[in-house]
């Protein structure tokens, strides 16, 4: 009875003009800023470029983009159809800008709805998705700002000669550390994959200097191998 | 190093604060709008400060775990470009694997300041930009019809599912092992390129390649694998927020002590 008192409520809720005009508003404001930020985004490079004398160059740019690029336009299509419907016009639009979905801002609604106990799709669930990723975001953009301040009296030893091996070893270190996440969740497609690239690069040493073009094919053999063990799994499931 | 310095200069940190800020102000006025919607739809004042109160100690660990990811990587871009992207938009494994795709597309081979160029930064700063900007996209082009789409979902009966949508949900089930399938694609591309550099990096099978990579990306696995456990047996969630950036700290610091050794 309770319940039914509660999806009465949040129905009309739904459907007062007000709540309608915040919506639209919220989707105005959100389209404006998102477009707003990509420009600024889009124009940092530019504009460092301009104090820097130097221009980006763009077919490397491209070819970048066509070896790692790919994999991330793939993640982001695949975030957005997930996490929109959990966060709401508001909280979309602040969590696409400001980023850090998976380790922090997902989490952070969700644990904002546990705390309430609201549902998706509710007006409800849209003003608190809004509140806790806005909040988280402020929080972090704060933490970030007084962290970096207190790391300009740093610079001269981030900057010594004796800590460079661990600053050319930064992308390495997350490899290793993301390979210890990821492999345990198939380690018979991680091995397979592993050897077979490992192979690759030791016949062909010169391939070694387009690693990032190299993820396309290692992606592509790692998805293949896994429709092949998903397709099993239905039909072992089927039977 | 000189690079280093104009990278560090307050010109950028005027670019990069300047973007920031005008962020802060977004979040700003979206939570001042959803608090007076909430207080005008009759939500209770006191739950939606609770949920103030909890997003922000909630933000406060994964927060401190970022700014060390701003550590990692100011050694190679600076400080104040790592600042704006993992403030605005971007995540440290993100923003490191597109950075070092950037710098070898741009001929410097590894992410590294000893090697960087004006234009080599230029180019990974517009292509960090450029690869994660899609679920921006998204969400101005179609998140409002989308957003309406779930909403009218939601009305639904239970109970009315059809065999249709149930095929749809296995297929979902498939998209998040492919994400995973990906990611492990990705990461052994890297991983096998350190073996292939250690065995045929100066020539097929000279065995006479750097070890440091691969020593790096073994230590940052092991740090992972202790994270990991800690978590599991203490029953620690907390870790999440370090464990990527704690494991590549550590990994950086043995790379200093291992590049003597090796």
């Not at chain 1, 740093?154 to 050319?168: G, I, R, W």
């Not at chain 2, 250690?198 to 097929?204: A, E, K, V």
């Amino acid at each position: 009875m309770e319940n039914k008192e509660m999806l009465q409520n949040a129905e009309e809720l739904k459907n007062s003009e007000a709540y309608r005009k915040y919506l639209n508003m919220t989707h105005r404001l959100g389209r404006i800023s998102t477009v707003l930020v990509l420009i600024l985004l889009l124009s940092a490079p530019y504009m460092i470029g301009l104090f820097l004398h130097a221009v980006p160059n763009l077919p490397a740019a491209a070819k970048a983009f066509l070896g790692v690029g790919i994999v991330y336009l793939v993640s982001c299509v695949a975030e957005y159809l997930i996490y929109v419907p959990m966060l709401g016009a508001g909280g979309s639009y602040l969590a696409f800008i400001t980023g850090n979905l998976i380790n922090m801002k997902i989490p952070c609604a969700i644990n904002a709805r546990d705390i309430v106990g609201v549902k998706s799709g509710t007006p409800e669930n849209e003003i608190i998705s809004t509140l806790s990723i806005a909040t988280s975001s402020l929080v972090t953009i704060a933490v970030l700002a007084v962290g970096v301040l207190l790391m300009i009296p740093l610079q001269p030893v981030l900057q010594s000669p004796e800590l460079q091996p661990a600053f050319e070893n930064v992308v390495p270190a997350l490899f290793g550390a993301m390979a210890c996440k990821y492999y345990r969740q198939d380690m018979k497609i991680s091995l397979i994959v592993l050897c077979a690239m490992t192979l690759l690069f030791i016949l062909v040493p010169s391939l070694i200097g387009s690693t990032s073009m190299m993820v396309i094919p290692s992606g592509a053999l790692a998805i293949i191998l896994a429709y092949l063990s998903f397709r099993k799994g239905q039909k072992g499931e089927g039977k | 190093m000189e690079l280093l310095s104009l990278l560090n200069s307050p010109v950028l940190y005027l670019i990069c604060g300047g973007i920031i800020f005008f962020v802060a102000v977004i979040c700003l006025v979206f939570a001042v709008r959803a608090y007076r919607m909430g207080k005008a739809l009759g939500i209770d004042t006191a739950k939606m400060k609770r949920v103030i109160t909890a997003s922000a100690t909630f933000a406060v660990l994964p927060s401190v775990g970022i700014l060390l990811g701003v550590i990692a990587l100011s050694g190679s871009l600076g400080t104040p470009w790592p600042w704006l992207r993992l403030s605005v938009i971007g995540a440290l494994h993100y923003e490191t694997q597109v950075a070092e795709a950037a710098s070898e597309a741009v001929g410097i081979g590894r992410l590294s300041i000893s090697n960087m160029t004006p234009e080599a930064f230029v180019t990974i700063a517009l292509l960090m930009s450029f690869c994660i900007m899609w679920g921006m996209i998204f969400v101005t082009i179609h998140g409002k019809a989308y957003t309406k789409k779930l909403s009218g979902q939601t009305e639904k009966k239970p109970g009315t599912d059809s065999g249709k949508k149930k095929k749809k949900l296995n297929l979902k089930g498939f998209g998040d092992t492919a994400m995973t399938a990906m990611f492990i694609g990705l990461v052994s591309a890297y991983i096998a390129s350190y073996i292939g550099t250690i065995i045929s990096g100066n020539g097929r099978f000279t065995f006479s390649g750097s070890w440091l990579p691969l020593a790096t990306a073994a230590v940052s696995a092991i740090a992972m694998e202790v994270f990991l456990r800690i978590k599991k047996t203490g029953h620690a969630d907390w870790v999440d927020s370090f464990s990527v950036a704690g494991s590549m700290l550590l990994a950086m610091t043995a790379a200093v002590f291992l590049g003597k050794l090796l």
